[in-house]
């Protein structure tokens, strides 16, 4: 299958936010916002992929930094890929994929030489895993562990997102 003619990827734009709430609603606001901040203050992009000029999925970059102590011993200096998801009626049309290699094209563009993410083990993840595998990527070992986080809700509240994952990686230099 081929990518849609039609399909734009670009960074998220401030003035795209409400439309970045409404088309990715288990995103709380909050997250969106965090986002942009994160991609204007220059610690890596907010990327959106648009089919029909409607959002369908996104994924952000975090560049490398020496002060997130996480993120240095999980990431040893690579870039994460955080977030890759694609609205369900968008799927099987190669979007995932693309937010991917726009992820390892800014990351080479800054000079970072690997990308690294987490990818969950249960079924619903095996056909992003078969492809992460097609596209290069590797486990960087094949036991799981959990991740885990306290997420700000819209109104006011938290919950706590909890998932077996396994580190994958690719050498982009």
């Known amino acids: 299958m081929e990518r849609p003619a039609d399909l734009v990827v670009r ?76 609205k369900p009626s968008a799927r099987g049309r190669w979007i995932g994929p693309t937010l991917m290699r726009v992820m390892e094209a800014e990351a080479r563009r800054v000079g970072v030489e690997r990308l690294v993410f987490f990818a969950g083990v249960s079924p619903d993840y095996a056909a992003a895993r078969a492809i992460y595998a097609w596209m290069g990527y590797r486990e960087r070992r094949p036991e799981p562990f959990i991740e885990s986080a306290v997420i700000a809700d819209d109104d006011g509240a938290t919950h706590v997102y909890v998932e077996a994952v396994t580190i994958w990686e690719k050498d982009l230099a």
């Open 11 to 86: 960074r998220a734009r401030p003035e795209e936010l409400d439309a970045l709430c409404l088309a990715f609603p288990s995103r709380p606001r909050v997250l969106h916002e965090e986002r942009l901040l994160q991609q204007e203050g220059g610690h890596g992009p907010y990327v959106i992929a648009w089919l029909h000029d409607e959002p369908v999925g996104h994924i952000q970059l975090q560049l490398p930094d020496e002060r997130d102590l996480d993120a240095m011993l999980e990431g040893r200096g690579a870039a994460w890929a955080e977030d890759l998801w694609v």
